[in-house]
Each structure stands twice: as structure tokens, then as C-alpha cells.
Nanobody, 129 residues
């Protein structure tokens, strides 16, 4: 079991930056692939970024590639999402996700929310034009 708590959301103007953080507690954090998903009103939850258990591999949705950076600190049990050059279409609730299966990183990259083991409660990001 792992519990995930996101923080860092808020209101920002287009072109601005935000940094989301996710604190994990419970079973060994380094045994989980981690990711970020987002869900805008009236839309399905979509994959944003993923990072492998060691942090050696990352993967991004095309819509955020070059603007967002995912990172993790296994000593502090945290995963972060640095979001730069934000656009109004980035407005959504952002969710931290964890998967402890053998192929957890692949599961995260595949981007199917129903296959992910654990979720945080979400944090709102609003980008004004």
C-alpha cells in the first residue's frame, strides 16, 4: 500500500510555471514507477508523464514534451512535475499515480488509468489566458 498526496497547484498566467509535488508514504517508494495524469472538465483522465523506479527513464505525452519535467527523489519519497510555458489547455486536475507491478513503468506509459495501482486526491492547475 502507498498513500499519495499532491501539492503545488494553483492559478497561473499563460507562459508561467508551476511545480507540483507528490509525497508518498507506505511501502518502499523506490519499488514504484510513478507518473502524473490530468483530467479537464468533461474529459477523460489522460497521461502526462512517467518516471521509472530508479528515475533513469522518463516518458512524456506529446502535448507536454519539452515543457514539463518529471523527477523523483527516492530518499525523500517524492515525485515532482516542473511545468513551464503553461498554456490554458493545461488547465486540469493533476493526479499523482503509482504502480508497483513488475512492468509498472510500461503500465504508466501505456496511459490507461484503470490499470494503475494507486492515486492521489488531485491538485487543481488553472492557466489563464
Amino acid at each position: 500500500q502507498v498513500q499519495l498526496v499532491e501539492s503545488g497547484g494553483g492559478l497561473v498566467q499563460a507562459g508561467g510555471s508551476l511545480r507540483l509535488s507528490c509525497a508518498a508514504s507506505g511501502r518502499a517508494f523506490s519499488s514504484y514507477a510513478m507518473g502524473w495524469f490530468r483530467q479537464a472538465p468533461g474529459k477523460e483522465r489522460e497521461f502526462v508523464a512517467a518516471i521509472s523506479r530508479s528515475g533513469g527513464s522518463t516518458y512524456y505525452a506529446d502535448s507536454v514534451k519539452g515543457r514539463f519535467t518529471i523527477s523523483r527523489d527516492n530518499a525523500k519519497n517524492t515525485v515532482s512535475l516542473q511545468m513551464n510555458s503553461l498554456k490554458p489547455e493545461d488547465t486540469a486536475v493533476y493526479y499523482c499515480a503509482a504502480d508497483g507491478s513488475l512492468y509498472g513503468f510500461t503500465t504508466m506509459v501505456r496511459g490507461r488509468p484503470g490499470e494503475i495501482d494507486y492515486w492521489g486526491q488531485g491538485t487543481q492547475v488553472t492557466v489563464s489566458s
